[in-house]
């Protein structure tokens, strides 16, 4: 009897995830970005991008709904294919720095799924360059608007393992926030690296990670500092970055160490 209605449930809620999203629950952008800096072609290696999307803040962007296509639909299927590990502490676990090791500590109140605003941004790296072949990482600043009704959401990536300098997507940003702008969340990705434990889709900040959110939060009062691997993300809040170790290496993020 249990077990039935149970099961009777079950069937219940994956029929309803299978139906087709309404219009306005369905995970994706409300407007195409605004391209601010574009260097070399979308899909080559070292292209550089900055744009933003300025969205309502629709409550999908922050719920698990995953974007119905795109790059991030094929992100997920090769991931499947390829039979990659994904259990965040898992791959935390093996390669357990200092860092990597607050995480685990934390890792039932941080780490959680990625969330539509993260896939979405995931996705759109994937399909410029395939995150298994050819890795690369985004980063991205969430700032909220003075009447709170809409997201700037800044995306940034030099289509390659790593972001370097964060002032090309730092200084449009503090100026937003001189505006009255509320800056959110300073975000970016570890992409999985099957076979190199030190750098397979870890979430947790680098050296050179820590000593950025670090100096951002005192430069605009950043609330969290989050880490996405496109499946997972580590969310952080700025209460915690002191206890991170820092590498200070000039503004940087994402260096080869991740
Ligand atoms: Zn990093």
């Given at each position: ?79 499947a294919e ?48 395939n995150t ?71 979430l947790a ?54």
């Amino acid at each position: 009897m249990f077990s039935r209605s149970f099961l009777a449930v079950a069937a219940l809620s994956l029929s309803v995830a299978a139906a087709p999203a309404h219009a306005d629950t369905a995970c994706r952008f409300a407007s195409e970005p605004r391209v601010l800096m574009e260097e070399g072609g979308p899909n080559a290696d070292g292209s550089k991008l900055l744009q933003l999307w300025d969205v309502p803040d629709h409550p999908v962007l922050w719920s698990a709904t995953a974007p119905e296509s795109g790059g991030y639909r094929r992100f997920r299927d090769e991931l499947a294919e390829r039979k990659i590990e994904t259990g965040p502490v898992r791959l935390l676990e093996r390669s357990p720095t200092p860092n990597n090791r607050i995480v685990i500590r934390h890792a039932d109140d941080w780490i959680g799924p990625a969330n539509c605003l993260e896939m979405l941004m995931f996705g759109h790296q994937h399909g410029r360059l395939n995150t298994f072949e050819n890795p690369s990482e985004f980063a991205s600043i969430i700032l909220r608007s003075p009447d709170r009704e809409r997201l700037r959401v800044y995306y940034y990536t030099i289509n390659h393992d790593g972001i370097g300098r964060m002032d090309p997507i730092v200084e449009p940003a503090l100026a937003d926030r001189q505006a009255g702008w509320e800056v959110l969340i300073a975000l970016h990705s570890h992409v999985f690296h099957p076979g190199q434990p030190k750098i397979d889709g870890i979430l947790a900040p680098s050296g050179p990670d820590a000593d950025f959110h670090a100096r951002f939060h005192a430069q605009s009062g950043v609330r969290e500092a989050r880490i996405t691997n496109g499946v997972h993300t580590v969310r952080m809040p700025a209460s915690s970055f002191d206890g991170f170790q820092r590498a200070a290496d000039g503004n940087e993020v994402g260096s080869s160490s991740g």
